[in-house]
């Protein structure tokens, strides 16, 4: 079946300027997971949702970032007057359950959207 | 708060060759999850393996073998005879039971297998 997927893949916009990144989870999965990558950083956890709800948002890391879930499939991540240093791979990730025991499932990766601020 | 170390920056080997990458964590919790991830040139992140804190059994999965101790908080990962397709970055990653379900990675080991 199809894995996680996520667009665009590439996005260069100009400072000050607002984006949207969009993630499509494995069909069936009901958590799912924003993730960046950069090289300073390397890979940072933010925010997380279990169906619609996002129970965690405390690693977004400004209030210029936020992310929606609905139908408990597609979200998307939104950056506000992006800043240079808001440049980074965003990666989606999701997963048949977020909750408790042992049946916690691995997360299996998208390919990333790959955002240049400049 | 918790924290995964992979000191190794970068190793490079000679195709053929057995190498380690080393993975040493950190947490409060007593129930948590190491996972190990490997990110190819291209860039996607491919899962290899997920380890419960209670189960402390190594594992072999062809030339892949893992060693968990939690005696020394680690979770080591042994390439055996490495080809070069295995050049990669590999990222060991840890989620705590209690908390959020967001992993946190190491820094990642560099590794190239050169012919």
């Known amino acids: 079946g199809a894995g996680v997927s996520q667009s665009p893949s590439n996005k260069v916009t100009e400072k000050g300027k607002d984006v949207e990144l969009r993630c499509d989870p494995i069909?069936?999965?009901?958590?799912l997971y924003w993730y960046r990558q950069s090289l300073g950083q390397g890979l940072e956890f933010l925010i997380y949702f279990q169906g619609n709800s996002a129970p965690d948002k405390s690693g977004l890391p400004s209030d210029r970032f936020s992310a929606e879930r609905t139908g408990g499939s597609v979200s998307t991540l939104t950056i506000q007057r992006t800043q240079q240093e808001d440049s980074a791979v965003y990666l989606c990730?999701?997963?048949?359950?977020?909750?408790?025991?042992?049946?916690?499932?691995?997360?299996?990766f998208g390919p990333g959207t790959r955002l240049t601020v400049l | 708060a918790q924290k995964v170390t992979q000191a190794q920056t970068e190793i490079s080997v000679v195709e053929k060759e057995d190498v380690t990458l080393d993975c040493v964590y950190e947490t409060r919790d007593t129930t948590y999850y190491l996972f190990w991830y490997k990110q190819p040139p291209s860039g996607e992140l491919v899962f290899l393996i997920r380890?419960?804190?209670?189960?402390?059994q190594n594992e072999i999965s062809g030339r892949y073998s893992w060693n968990f101790q939690k005696s020394t908080s680690s979770f080591n990962f042994t390439i055996t005879a490495s080809q070069v397709v295995d050049s990669a970055v590999y990222f060991c990653a840890l989620r705590e039971g209690g908390g959020a379900d967001g992993l946190t990675f190491g820094k990642g080991t560099h590794l190239i297998i050169q012919p």
């Open positions: 069909s069936g999965h009901t958590a």
């Open positions: 990730a999701s997963s048949l359950s977020a909750g408790t025991g042992v049946t916690r499932g691995e997360q299996f």
């Open positions: 380890r419960n804190s209670f189960d402390e």
